[in-house]
């Protein structure tokens, strides 16, 4: 390992010159096997990485996550994918070990927002990982080590360009950490907050039942949004985040964001859009596009005559406003993280439209009674952590 590494450019082509390097003169705790990864490349990959190490030490499972511009698109732990998962993650063709189906949940639930993602693995990855990488459109993998045969796929991927990070899983950062913004220097303390079910014992809604399930989707979803840019919120089912909303200056329309993104994760297992008839060899973009628009607000973009037929061997037949309300009714059992209080009812209202049941968040506002009364009229179970989980 070396102490610096010098990059193609900083954030944008412009910004020159541009490294990473250990202020303190020790070694990097990471090594470029692969590719020439740039100034957004390592900060996805140190972001993601030690969100998925925080995933497998709370868990104890295999994880991934799936990361765009500093946030996750996606973050899950290994657990076996039902045939419609396999369908709606398009891996019925391969076979998955536990670190893959960890992957595969983390880019399938938005894969929209996971085009040209970055990939953190938590666990060696091995070739049943790789060959799922080598599908997909993505800049780069971080992991703390490769077998032989992974590497020699990853290291053919993008025409031997694709960026192959191995970190070191021993490394312990600096508890102080720094940061210059205008060329003035900030200094903290990191944030060491261990996530963990302790953080649900203080159950303030009528509803106290929260299962063994609901705990380790809640765990994940603030897992993920102690490195999610705030304002954030996430929605978590099935071991895996199924909508994050990120950066948002307002809460409720963070939960807009992600809610919409769980209902599109929900609606893509309808029998209509798991039926699509679509052409053959149409570019994995191309569908992911097409089933985008096809439950989204504008169908039309793929339904229009002289449209469709580049996509589908024949016209599908529209999927109406009152058959997805009918099944989004069908979603259930949702956990929502949040990473500060929610100031009204609004963010439980509108979670409840997905499904959501179990509620984490740190409480504090002084609006409290009013979100709790609004759980309570729902049947939600609510968990104040006392947490915050701003991450900037």
């Known amino acids: 390992m070396a102490n610096q590494l010098e990059l193609k450019y900083g954030m944008n082509p412009n910004q020159k010159p541009a490294r990473i390097y250990m202020q303190d003169g020790s070694d990097l705790p990471v090594k470029v096997l692969n590719g020439r990864p740039g100034y957004i490349n390592f900060l996805d990959a140190l972001n993601s990485w030690q969100l998925v190490k925080e995933l497998k030490a709370a868990t104890g499972l295999p994880s991934a996550a799936s990361f765009k511009h500093v946030s996750p698109a996606g973050a899950a732990v290994a657990s076996p994918l039902s045939d419609i998962d ?8 391969v076979d998955l070990s536990p670190l893959a189906c960890a992957y595969a949940r983390a880019r399938g639930a938005d894969r929209m927002s996971s085009y040209g993602d970055f990939a953190a693995l ?3 990855c091995d070739k049943a990982t790789a060959l799922l990488l080598k599908k997909e ?4 993998v971080i992991a703390p080590g490769y077998t032989q045969e992974a590497l020699e796929i990853l290291c053919a991927k993008k025409k031997g360009k694709y960026n192959v990070i191995q970190i070191d899983p021993s490394y312990v950062p600096n508890p102080i950490e720094h940061k210059q ?3 003035v220097t900030f200094e903290q303390g990191r944030n060491n907050s261990v996530i963990s079910q302790d953080l649900f014992s203080n159950i303030v809604t009528k509803n106290k039942d929260l299962p063994e399930e609901a705990k380790r989707d809640l765990m994940i979803s603030l897992i993920a ?10 929605y978590a089912k099935d071991g895996q985040c199924i909508g994050i909303g990120a950066g948002q200056q307002s809460r409720v329309h963070c939960t807009r964001l992600a809610g919409s993104k769980a209902d599109n994760w929900w609606l893509r297992q309808n029998e209509k859009v798991l039926s699509l008839p679509f052409v053959e060899k149409i570019r994995r973009a191309d569908r992911d596009n097409c089933i985008d628009n096809y439950i989204g607000e504008h169908p039309e973009d793929v339904l229009a005559d002289g449209v469709w037929e580049q996509f ?4 599908p037949e529209p999927f109406t406003k009152e058959e997805k309300l009918a099944w989004l009714k069908e979603l259930k059992n949702v956990s929502l993280g949040s990473d500060a209080f929610f100031p009204f009812g609004d963010n439980i ?11 984490a968040e740190p409480g504090g506002s002084i609006r409290d009674d009013n979100v709790i009364e609004t759980a309570d009229k729902y049947d939600m179970v609510m968990a104040f952590t006392g947490l915050r989980l701003f991450h900037h």
């Open 86 to 93: 396999k369908q709606i993650y398009f891996t019925d063709d």
């Open 312 to 315: 589908f061997t024949r016209k």
């Open 137 to 140: 459109v993505s800049d780069g």
């Open 122 to 124: 938590s666990d060696i």
């Open 225 to 234: 949004l102690k490195y999610t840019q705030s304002n954030s919120v996430a």
């Open 181 to 183: 913004v205008f060329g």
């Open 349 to 359: 209202e509108r979670a409840h439209l997905s499904g959501v049941k179990y509620v």
